[in-house]
């Protein structure tokens, strides 16, 4: 008999220890394990540090990206103002070109540059074509993507203009174009002032 009850009472305390690894809340007994309970809260999100080293994280790599966007942005400009640059000064010399070959009519004493920049798109007449029709140096005048100060401006007045008769280190505006330069007092990344392209 005193055996048979010692039995019962293993098997009842080993049914309830089953009971409460199954089912564990952390109140049952000392011996009942918790861990069912911590996974179960870990899984609920992130804790204080891990979501300020996230934040941490992602404010370095934001401050990383500022600078690097500012770079692309300012060589996509500067590739913009060589093109600029490129297309008017060549417009200018084909101009010079056709007016050396005594196709294009001027003033006694004057250049063979043109006067302004508007004349080479709105063309001036072919001296030996017998229609006099027009040539055309430039489809329109590119603005400085550098000069982005009054967008009221024209166009051919984004441009700083050398005359002829001027000197290369102090280019002024006189009787006609010789040269244009951007009037931004910016540097490039190669470190020469954009004045000096």
């Not at 999100?45 to 996230?54: D, N, R, W």
């Not at 010399?93 to 250049?111: L, V």
């Not at 302004?116 to 030996?128: F, H, K, T």
Request: proline content about 6%; glycine content about 6%.
């Amino acid at each position: 008999m005193r055996q048979a009850r010692v039995r019962r009472t293993m098997t009842a305390d080993g049914l309830r220890r089953v009971h409460c690894a199954r089912t564990c809340c952390g109140s049952c007994s000392p011996s009942c394990s918790p861990s069912r309970s911590h996974s179960r809260s870990r899984a609920r999100g992130f804790t204080l540090i891990e979501l300020l080293v996230t934040l941490a994280i992602l404010g370095v790599l934001a401050s990383m990206t500022v600078p690097v966007a500012q770079v692309m942005r300012q060589r996509e400009r500067e590739q913009q103002l060589r093109a600029a640059l490129h297309e008017i000064r060549e417009a200018i010399d084909a101009y010079h070109t056709a007016s050396k070959d005594g196709r294009i009519q001027k003033e006694a004493g004057a250049s063979d540059y043109p006067v302004n920049l508007e004349l080479l798109v709105q063309g001036v007449p072919d001296q030996q074509d017998p229609k006099a029709h027009k040539m055309y140096f430039l489809r329109r005048i590119p603005r400085d993507p550098m000069n982005d100060h009054d967008p009221q401006l024209a166009d051919a007045a984004t441009w700083g203009k050398r005359a002829y008769a001027s000197e290369a280190d102090d280019p002024q505006e006189g009787d006609d174009v010789y040269d244009v330069y951007s009037m931004s007092n910016g540097i490039g990344l190669d470190g020469i002032p954009y004045r000096k392209w």
